[in-house]
C-alpha cells in the first residue's frame, strides 16, 4: 500500500511540474508574441520616418512632373487637332523624373548608408521597384508597336494609372499612411475606368483623360508627398 501511495504522489507531483512548464512555456510564448508585434511595430515606424524624410521629395518631383508632362501633352493634342507624335512627350517624365530621383537619392546617400535596412524597408523598395520595370517594359512594348506601325500609347497611359495606384496604395498601406492609400485608391480605380473604355470603344476625349490624369497624380504624389514631408518637420 505503501508503494502504491507513493507512486500515486510520484504521479501527481510529475502532473503538476508538468502543468508549471505549460504555465511558463505559455507566459514565455506570449511574451515572444509581444516582442514580434513590438518589432514589426519599431520596423514600420522606422520606415515610415525614412519615408518622411527622404521619399517625401520623391513623391513630390514625380507627382509635380507627371502632372505638368501631362499637361503639356494634352495642350500639344489639343493644338494639333491629336497627333499621335505629341506622344512622345510623355518620355520627358522619364528623363527629367529620372534625373530627380537620382539628385534626391544622391543627396540621401549617406543618411540611408548609415541606417540599416529591415525587413519593411526592402518590402517597399520591391514595390516600387516592380512598379518601375512594368512600366519600362510597357513602354518598351509600346515603341516596338509604334515602329510597325500600330499605336499603343494607350497601354501607358493606362500603366501610369494602375500602376501608380496600386504601389501607392500599397505604400499607405504598409506606413499606414492614410493619404497614400486614398490617393492610390483614387488612382488605381481611375485606370480600370479607362480601361473599360477603352475596351468599349468609348472616345478617350482629351478633354476629361488629361484633367482626370493630372488629377490622379495630384491626389497621389503631390498631396501625400507635402503631408509627409509636414510630419517630417513636426518631428524635427
Request: hydrophobic letters at 50%; glycine letters at 10%; charged letters at 10%.
Given at each position: 500500500?505503501?508503494?502504491?501511495?507513493?507512486?500515486?504522489?510520484?504521479?501527481?507531483?510529475?502532473?503538476?511540474h508538468h502543468l508549471k512548464l505549460c504555465k511558463e512555456n505559455m507566459e514565455d510564448k506570449k511574451l515572444n508574441t509581444q516582442e514580434s508585434l513590438e518589432l514589426i511595430t519599431s520596423m514600420i515606424n522606422k520606415t515610415k520616418r525614412q519615408m518622411h524624410i527622404g521619399q517625401?521629395?520623391?513623391?513630390?518631383?514625380?507627382?509635380?512632373v507627371s502632372a505638368i508632362v501631362g499637361?503639356?501633352?494634352?495642350?500639344?493634342?489639343?493644338?494639333?487637332?491629336g497627333n499621335p507624335a505629341c506622344n512622345w512627350l510623355w518620355f520627358l517624365i522619364w528623363i527629367v523624373g529620372g534625373i530627380g530621383m537620382l539628385v534626391e537619392l544622391r543627396k540621401d546617400k549617406g543618411r540611408i548608408e548609415k541606417e540599416p535596412k529591415?525587413?519593411?524597408?526592402?518590402?517597399?523598395?520591391?514595390?516600387?521597384?516592380?512598379?518601375?520595370?512594368?512600366?519600362?517594359?510597357?513602354?518598351?512594348?509600346?515603341?516596338?508597336?509604334?515602329?510597325?506601325?500600330?499605336?499603343?500609347?494607350?497601354?501607358?497611359?493606362?500603366?501610369?494609372?494602375?500602376?501608380?495606384?496600386?504601389?501607392?496604395?500599397?505604400?499607405?498601406?504598409?506606413?499606414?499612411?492614410?493619404s497614400m492609400k486614398i490617393g492610390g485608391g483614387f488612382t488605381l480605380f481611375a485606370g480600370i475606368f479607362v480601361m473599360c473604355c477603352v475596351f468599349a470603344k468609348v472616345p478617350l476625349a482629351v478633354e476629361w483623360v488629361i484633367p482626370l490624369f493630372v488629377l490622379c497624380f495630384v491626389v497621389t504624389m503631390i498631396i501625400p508627398g507635402h503631408i509627409l514631408n509636414a510630419k517630417a518637420k513636426k518631428q524635427c
Open positions: 500500500m505503501q508503494q502504491i501511495y507513493k507512486s500515486k504522489e510520484n504521479i501527481v507531483n510529475l502532473f503538476i517625401g521629395n520623391l513623391l513630390l518631383w514625380w507627382g509635380y499637361l503639356l501633352v494634352g495642350v500639344s493634342l489639343f493644338l494639333t487637332g529591415t525587413y519593411v524597408d526592402r518590402l517597399t523598395s520591391n514595390l516600387w521597384l516592380t512598379n518601375g520595370c512594368a512600366f519600362a517594359f510597357g513602354t518598351l512594348l509600346s515603341i516596338g508597336f509604334n515602329f510597325f506601325g500600330k499605336n499603343t500609347w494607350i497601354v501607358m497611359l493606362i500603366l501610369a494609372f494602375i500602376l501608380s495606384g496600386f504601389s501607392a496604395n500599397m505604400q499607405g498601406c504598409i506606413i499606414q499612411e492614410k
